[in-house]
């Protein structure tokens, strides 16, 4: 598996999802600059990665969407390849039209940076088929904006478009357990044809058992499994 | 010719900065301030041949990049 890891200025995550994918789980992986127009030949999926893209001008992602290397990730996108954003990635392919909503200010105002537990469910994308619907996974989140806001969100629930929500330990979906506010405590949303998926939380910080958890190495493994099977 | 844009999130959108700013107004002694929200204002000269070319280009920048029309509303005036 060749992954493309895109990198804007700001960006900051882009080192630890490198990490996971080359060193944890032995895959190829190669960063990919803003300024770039094409994907590396061969690119099996990318990844958009956390941090502070043009350090959150106007709104956080507005300008990395409009990035040269965007309208490749729209054509790479079109052809059902698989896109993932984390944090920043989800922000800046919400910007891009590329996932429907957007991300709002967190309603406590605070930077939340914690763990908390969300749960899988919505239709499989190639970043949660090998994780059954249900599962609760302890991720980290560390983000400002991360309300999750859409004109109809209830009805991309039902359309099986919300594939990560906040939720307790047990996976009950209460307001108590949702970090910023965001409409039906969802974390993670995907397009219509599921190829693409971004969520807020950093699965790429909780991939190893030496960092206190490694659930999060299932969306990578995951999307291994994909690209092997589409491949 | 000067465009003033004025974006804020849409009337139905939660604007938690607003309502911090509403609480810190009354706690100051301004009670009467309510419904507050806070925006961004952008100011920027336009290089246009007339004010209608000038706001068809100002309108076409709000969509694109200066406003997220999923939960924000913008206005702008445009002066000489």
């Not at chain 2, 010719?1 to 959108?13: E, H, R």
Request: proline share 5%; aromatic share 6%.
């Amino acid at each position: 598996m060749r992954v493309g890891i895109l990198r804007f200025p700001g960006s900051n995550c882009d080192d630890d999802t490198l990490h996971v994918l080359t060193r944890v789980l032995k895959e190829e992986a190669a960063f990919v600059w803003h300024k770039e127009s094409a994907l590396p030949k061969g690119t099996d999926a990318v990844v958009v990665p956390g941090g502070f893209s043009y350090g959150d001008y106007l709104r956080s992602g507005a300008i990395a969407a409009h990035s040269p290397i965007m309208d490749a990730v729209r054509t790479f996108a079109a052809q059902g390849k698989p896109v993932l954003g984390i944090c920043n990635g989800f922000q800046i392919l919400c910007e891009s039209g590329l996932l429907p909503g957007a991300l709002a200010r967190n309603v406590s105002l605070k930077f939340e940076c914690r763990h908390v537990n969300v749960r899988v469910e919505g239709k499989p994308t190639p970043f949660t088929a090998a994780i059954p619907t249900g599962q609760v996974l302890r991720l980290p989140i560390a983000h400002g904006d991360g309300r999750y806001v859409c004109e109809d969100a209830e009805a991309l629930g039902r359309r099986g478009q919300v594939v990560f929500r906040y939720c307790d330990a047990g996976g009950g979906i209460t307001d108590g357990v949702n970090p910023n506010g965001s409409q039906m405590n969802i974390a993670g949303v995907c397009n219509e044809a599921g190829n693409v998926m971004a969520l807020m939380p950093h699965p790429e910080r909780a991939s190893e058992a030496v960092l206190g958890e490694d659930g999060g190495l299932q969306v990578f493994e995951s999307l291994r499994m994909h690209v092997r099977r589409s491949s | 010719m000067t465009a003033k844009v004025f974006v804020t999130l849409k009337k139905g959108v939660l604007d938690p900065q607003g309502k911090a700013v509403e609480r810190s107004l009354a706690k100051l002694g301004f009670p009467e301030a309510g419904d507050v929200r806070v925006g961004r204002f952008i100011e920027m000269a336009v290089n246009a041949s007339s004010k209608e070319d000038a706001r068809k280009k100002v309108d076409a920048m709000c969509k694109k990049l200066l406003a997220n029309t999923v939960i924000e509303d913008y206005r702008f005036e445009l002066s000489e």
